[in-house]
């Protein structure tokens, strides 16, 4: 079966308009196999009946979701980026954790926006469970979400193999995980700490429920989107946190070049963005 630029275009689109995920033209040969089977799999006769299937005979949007799920990569394991987990660890949480104690407020609000698998979300519940001295003391939501259900449920069976864990320090290995004929599996009061739910980043009535979050975590994602689409996801972020909340993207991607409502802060030698504590009024908006 091939698809026809045409035919690209379309489901391209589509894809973008649904999702955010900017798929360039030089994209056709990754798309086509992955629109195929999706072809082969409910029978169309086409990839342009397919897309007239996707866009008149799926209400629910069933048929649509596993399209998702062929086409996002799903790339992640424990304590990725490590650097970056060592500036939150070392450097913004004791920050925020700080003036909350001192305000009283021994609640921590955490989101990981695209959580894949789960291994960062988990990652992160180890991070405070180890890192906050008093940590007994707080009421912690972690909330994790992704638009592909499947590595949800992934992500909520907590089991792992041996590549996933590769960077794990030893420590957290012993402490946080229970080793298994297969891998490792991710412990009870860890597991628990963690929410997942199904979020496309598009929905903007589901984003705009997002509130009171101290650290936001977006990693290598947004460099899937086009500026339009990123600035309108910043947006989001930056209604989502409280005054003084941090969001982390990948190493490779940056806020300012999109919004001004963040200010950069130099922390641990690298560079973070948080929302500022003063609130203050950004021409044209934070979307």
């Not at 989502?240 to 950069?264: C, D, W």
Request: proline share 5%; charged share 25%; aromatic share 12%.
């Amino acid at each position: 079966m091939n698809l026809s630029m045409d035919d690209f275009v379309l489901i391209r689109d589509m894809l973008y308009e649904r999702t955010g995920l900017m798929f360039e033209d030089k994209k056709l040969a990754f798309l086509q196999p992955r629109v195929a089977r999706r072809v082969s799999t409910t029978g169309a006769a086409s990839p342009r009946d397919y897309y007239r299937m996707l866009k008149y005979q799926d209400p629910g949007g069933r048929e649509f979701q596993s399209l998702v799920e062929q086409v996002t990569t799903n790339e992640t394991y424990f304590f990725r980026e490590f650097p970056q987990l060592e500036s939150f660890a070392n450097d913004a949480l004791p920050k925020v954790a700080e003036a909350k104690r001192a305000a009283r407020d021994y609640t921590l609000n955490v989101w990981s926006a695209c959580c894949s698998t789960g291994d960062e979300p988990y990652t992160l519940a180890t991070i405070l469970s180890a890192c906050l001295d008093d940590f007994p003391k707080w009421k912690v939501r972690l909330l994790a979400t992704d638009i592909d259900t499947a590595v949800l449920d992934t992500a909520r069976a907590a089991e792992y193999g041996e590549r996933n864990v590769k960077d794990v320090p030893p420590p957290y290995l012993k402490e946080y995980f229970t080793r298994t004929r297969a891998g490792y599996r991710v412990k009870e009061p860890v597991r628990k700490m963690v929410t997942f739910e199904h979020l496309n980043l598009m929905d903007k009535a589901g984003m705009r429920k997002q509130k009171g979050f101290d650290f936001v975590f977006c990693r290598n994602v947004l460099i899937y989107f086009d500026d339009v689409s990123r600035k309108q996801v910043l947006g989001h972020f930056y209604d989502a946190l409280v005054p003084g909340g941090f969001v982390f993207l990948g190493h490779s991607e940056s806020v300012g070049r999109i919004s001004a409502a963040f200010e950069p802060v130099a922390l641990g030698g690298g560079v973070m963005y948080r929302k500022p504590t003063v609130v203050r009024a950004v021409p044209g908006g934070t979307r």
